[in-house]
């Protein structure tokens, strides 16, 4: 036996069982990427944007982990972190879920917070008040600046203005927090100056004729607009069933001449059919020529008769005076 044929049979003892090999030209189908590598891709993503600041895109890539792992607490806290550093309040609080007042124990101040955003004071106040009795020293400092902000909404600048002073020893000089409480804290005080002190010399600088009788006299009415009265009258006819609000026709633009523009352009004169001479306008502002009328000739004039129909104006045209003693002849 050669060498050739006893490597050949020692790699396939037995050569006639083994079917014969095709060349597959087609590509190898690639596989899927496993979940947790999909995971640390997009989280490695979501930390580049988050440093650099592309918080819209940052939103979309917690999406996709979370379509990948619904309960992810980390992709879930940053993206309430995203949506309340663009300011959407709305989105945030459908995150935390507002059904249930305990549903998300761990972002009530995010939750307080959202609603003391969007203009609902009533349940902000409630949840202000259970963080304070929660006692959460992580938020503590959050809660004080939250409660300042609501206090001066509300109206009660004397303690806003306590916390804002409070705030302000407590925190860095040269940091932005301590900007931002310098601002409040003027707001504050203003506020108060104007409800202490303000608005008494304001009125010991009015007229006399003016104080005695501010106290009886009626509030001032507010103008009504155009628009106010316009929707008044909407509401008067909506109300009465017996009127029928008529539907505005559309204007057909292509019967529209060029260059005129509906409601701008002023409609045409009613009278641009009739004659000149016919129009109501015929004949206003004209000056009369030489003598004028009749009564406007030297003595010993003559004054031919005018055109049938023609007007005392228009007649001064064809007149023919000749003046020139005391008798005068007419031109054949």
């Known amino acids: 036996m050669s060498p050739r044929s006893a490597v050949s049979s020692r790699s396939n003892p037995n050569p006639r ?25 997009l989280f490695t993503s979501l930390c580049a944007q988050i440093d650099g600041g592309h918080f819209a895109n940052a939103v979309k ?21 995203v949506l309340l550093q663009t300011e959407q309040y709305e989105a945030a609080l459908s995150l935390i879920g507002t059904g249930n007042k305990g549903s998300d124990s761990e972002h009530d101040f995010e939750r307080t917070y959202s609603l003391y955003r969007v203009q609902h004071e009533k349940e902000a106040a409630e949840g202000l008040k259970a963080l304070k009795e929660e006692n ?51 707001a504050s005080q203003k506020h108060l100056d104007f409800i202490n002190t303000g608005f008494l010399r304001a009125l010991d600088a009015l007229p006399t004729s003016i104080t005695t009788n501010i106290e009886t006299n009626p509030p001032p009415s507010h103008p009504v607009t155009s628009s106010a009265a316009s929707a008044a009258a909407t509401q008067a006819n909506v109300d009465d069933p017996t009127t029928t609000i008529q539907p505005k026709k559309k204007v057909r633009m292509s019967r529209v001449p060029k260059g005129v523009v509906p409601g701008v352009t002023p409609p045409p004169d009613p009278e641009r059919w009739l004659k000149k001479s016919e129009r109501s306008t015929f004949g206003q502002g004209r000056k009369r020529k030489g003598g004028g009328g009749a009564g406007g000739g030297t003595q010993g004039s003559t004054v031919e008769a ?5 007007g005392g104006a228009a007649s001064g045209s064809s007149h023919n005076v000749k003046s020139g003693g005391g008798k005068g002849k007419k031109k054949k």
């Open 61 to 81: 890539t917690c999406d996709k982990i979370l379509r990948i792992e619904p309960n992810d607490k980390d992709a879930l806290q940053t993206k309430l972190f």
């Open 136 to 186: 959460d020293a992580e938020n503590e400092r959050a809660i004080l600046h939250l409660e300042a902000q609501l206090d001066y909404r509300r109206g009660s600048y004397e303690t806003a203005f306590e916390l804002y002073n409070q705030l302000l020893d407590t925190a860095e000089p040269q940091s932005e927090e301590h900007a931002d409480i310098l601002t409040n804290l003027t």
């Open 17 to 41: 069982s083994q079917p014969p090999t095709h060349t597959n030209n087609r590509k190898a189908v690639k596989q899927p990427t496993p979940p947790s590598e999909r995971l640390k891709r």
């Open 306 to 310: 005018g055109p049938p129909g023609g």
